[in-house]
């Protein structure tokens, strides 16, 4: 029974993706944002759990990778693609440049392949996460909510969606080592730059608020060069 509670959790994690879909083609895009932050709770809390259960299978590695598949692959895609057809459409290519939004969801597929046969990422990660990366897209309407003019003047142009759509797909399949953050122990030196993250991260996040995201993505990549340089 208690291998069915991480599966549990991960199926709704799939169904918060599926609902942000839903809000992100109605131009709902705020809602959308709050369907990825629930699915990356739910996220974490399933790995969280079937760590803790001892509840590994085969059969949740697999639905894992359905359900980020749909929640941070398809549906940061089709927020991207909103946000193109919001932006100042630039003929003739608009028609095509828009759908280079999906390019994140190919990358994500792609990304999360490569993690179910890479054995090199058990402890930490290859390539840019596909949660980080749709954290950071669902940060994208709640700025242009809050009227943030320093990153709209950035986000709300097309050349520049299309160069982030590809440069951030790049990221998802790249061979950067990056840290997780997954616990093995509570201990201090163990986790020192996990923790330093994390407390920098809530620091960050009270101080201003969404866009405080992109700054800890940068953290993030900075941290872990950190790590992985002193372990060389």
Same mark, same amino acid.
């Given at each position: 029974?208690?291998q069915h ?10 169904f ?12 709902e895009l705020?809602?959308a944002?709050?369907a990825?932050l ?6 974490f ?5 079937a ?7 085969e059969?949740g ?5 359905m359900?980020d ?5 398809v549906?940061?895609s089709?927020?991207? #693609? ?14 095509w440049?828009? #759908?280079?939004?999906?390019l ?7 990304r ?10 058990? $402890?930490?990660?290859?390539g840019?996460p ?7 897209i669902?940060? !994208?309407?709640?700025?242009i909510? $809050? ?7 950035y986000?709300?142009?097309? #050349?520049?969606?299309?160069i982030?759509s *590809?440069?951030?797909? *790049? ?6 080592p990056?840290?997780s ?7 201090l ?8 993250l ?7 996040? *009270? ?6 995201v ?5 953290l993030y !990549?900075?941290?872990?060069?950190i ?5 060389s």
């Open positions: 029974m208690k509670i991480p599966n549990t959790v991960t199926c709704l994690n799939l918060s993706g599926c609902l942000g879909i839903v809000f992100a083609f109605k131009g705020h809602l944002t709050y990825i629930i699915a990356a709770v739910l996220d809390l399933d790995g969280m759990l760590r803790w259960l001892k509840a590994y299978s059969l590695k697999q639905l894992d990778s359900a598949m749909v929640s941070f692959g549906l940061p089709v927020i991207i #693609y909103q946000m193109f057809l919001l932006s100042p459409q630039t003929a003739p290519y608009s028609s440049l828009n #759908y280079s939004a999906f994140i969801a190919v990358f994500s597929g792609l999360l392949a490569k993690f179910n046969i890479d054995t090199r990422q058990s $402890e930490n990660f290859i840019l596909t949660p980080a990366n749709s954290l950071l669902a940060s !994208f309407p709640m700025m909510m $809050e009227n943030n003019s320093f990153f709209m003047n986000i709300m142009n097309p #050349y520049f969606l299309f982030f *590809l440069g951030m797909g *790049l990221l998802l399949v790249s061979e950067i990056l840290i953050l997954k616990f093995k122990s509570l201990k030196s163990e986790n020192l730059l996990r923790y330093i994390i407390g920098s991260s809530l620091i960050l996040i *009270l101080i201003f608020q969404f866009a405080a992109p700054m800890i993505l940068f !990549f900075l941290i872990s060069f790590q992985f340089r002193t372990i």
